[in-house]
């Protein structure tokens, strides 16, 4: 079984950044290919971007490529979604999710293909 606790979020104003961290626990989130997704109101979940289970493979939504960087701490068992130059679109609410058995590129952005998730920190950006 795999834990996964989110925190970081915050209201931040459009051009701030924002780190998210997501906390894994359990014996099986070291082997875990880990992806944050978010949902806006009245939209369905979608990719943000997600980091090999060896830290060594990334991938982003096209949005994001070049604002957000994803990187983990295996020593800490944390992932960590660095946000910059936030657009009020960003808002949302983000969550990190993790599976075992995601292991090569291209890293899966189908958020059916991840069984754990965490309860998930709203992000809110304003103008």
């Known amino acids: 079984q795999v834990q996964l606790v989110e925190s970081g979020g915050g209201l931040v104003q459009a051009g701030d950044s924002l780190t998210l961290s997501c906390k894994g626990s359990?014996?099986?989130?070291?082997?875990?290919?880990v992806g944050w997704f978010r949902q806006a109101p009245g939209k369905e979940r979608e990719f943000v971007a997600v980091?090999?289970?060896?830290?060594?493979?990334?991938s982003y939504e096209d949005s994001v490529k070049g604002r957000f960087a994803i990187s983990k701490d295996s020593a800490k068992n944390t992932v960590y979604l660095q946000m910059n130059i936030l657009r009020p679109e960003d808002t949302a609410i983000y969550y990190c999710?993790?599976?075992?058995?995601?292991?090569?590129?291209?890293?899966?952005?189908?958020?059916?293909?991840?069984?754990?998730w965490g309860q998930g920190t709203q992000v809110t950006v304003y103008s």
């Open positions: 999710a993790a599976d075992p058995t995601i292991l090569t590129a291209p890293l899966s952005v189908d958020a059916n293909d991840y069984d754990y």
């Open positions: 359990g014996y099986m989130f070291s082997r875990c290919a």
């Open positions: 980091i090999s289970r060896n830290g060594r493979s990334t």
